[in-house]
């Protein structure tokens, strides 16, 4: 009869702690957060390869859009943040011929500084581990470029350009909810920087990484 007592108290305990772990962890989002994201954006339209010819007197190598971000928000109403993203892609252009005697390398980076809000489509009515939100703002792109070049009868050559427009971007993405202060972040966002014309640097941007979370829920 103990025995009995004991057993249905000890489910009684875990039905309990399960259901406040669930609501601690599939609750909304907390107030603040920080978070680190890998990406790949490709800022050249160019697709990612490497060749070489049979003899190796020719090499080419194009690799585009790599890079890195990170990003903060804030709890502005309800289901409505603030968020600020800061991040680089850079993409690599080289092609070397007769065993490097004569070369060519371009590194081209693009710098996004962007201010925006966040909306996550779930309420608290519908707690989930899975947050999916909505995105979108604007702010200035730092275009920056490098280019070496290096010729068997002439000197090496280096070239340094950059340039700034403004543009906008728009998307989506999710939190996969580990603990109520740490999340896997998904990331889709599409970039339309210089309304004025098609810049070179606009397209699909993907990321994933990981987020860090505090304050009141």
Known sequence: MRWANFKNLAILMTMQFLTFAS??????????????????WNVMNRPTQIQVSPMGE??????SGVGANIFFFSRLYQNWFLEFNIGAISAIEGEANELGKESDLKVSSVIPILFGVRYHVLSDRF?????P?????????????????NEEVVESEKTIGANMVYGAYAGGGMNLMLFSWFALNFDLKYHFPDFNRNHQYSGLEFGFGLNFMWGKK
């Open 58 to 63: 020719q090499a080419r190598i194009d690799i």
């Open 127 to 131: 707690p989930t581990m899975i947050q």
């Open 23 to 40: 609501q601690d962890l599939f609750a909304v989002s907390r107030s603040h957060g920080l978070g680190f994201r890998s990406s790949f």
């Open 133 to 149: 939100y909505l995105t979108g703002g604007a702010g200035p792109y730092l275009g920056t470029s490098l280019e070496f070049r």
